[in-house]
Nanobody
Framework: VQLQASGGGLVQAGGSLRLSCAAS????????MGWYREAPGKQRELLAS???????HYADSVKGRCTISRDNAKNTVYLQMNSLKPEDTAVYYC???????????????WGQGTQVTVSS
């Protein structure tokens, strides 16, 4: 399984970015897809996730500013980020949870990370 993330970059505070992550080489079923971020000196944190049925979850830090969506046909997950703040600066990672077949544990896969820098 490979996850290819894109869409990061440099943006001014108050601006917007849309991250994309395409999954390929999947064998089995995608249980959920999500976005995490890791800022310097901080632990990686979950920002948003979307389950196979469409249920979404957001961290309080981005709730109301970010929207996660998914194109099942393309195995692609998106994160629309608005009203960006300097504290949103981090490396953003996409994640997918896949179950290869029934009755076996699911496996986490990670993308390579994309840098988001928000200037004040």
């Amino acid at each position: 399984v490979q996850l290819q993330a894109s869409g990061g970059g440099l943006v001014q505070a108050g601006g917007s970015l849309r991250l994309s992550c395409a999954a390929s080489g999947i064998i089995g079923s995608i249980i959920a897809m999500g976005w995490y971020r890791e800022a310097p000196g901080k632990q990686r944190e979950l920002l948003a996730s979307i389950a196979s049925g469409g249920t979404t979850h957001y961290a309080d830090s981005v709730k109301g500013r970010c929207t996660i969506s998914r194109d099942n046909a393309k195995n692609t997950v998106y994160l629309q980020m608005n009203s960006l703040k300097p504290e949103d600066t981090a490396v953003y990672y996409c994640n997918t949870v896949i179950r290869a077949r029934a009755f076996v544990p699911a496996t986490n896969y990670w993308g390579q990370g994309t840098q988001v820098t928000v200037s004040s």
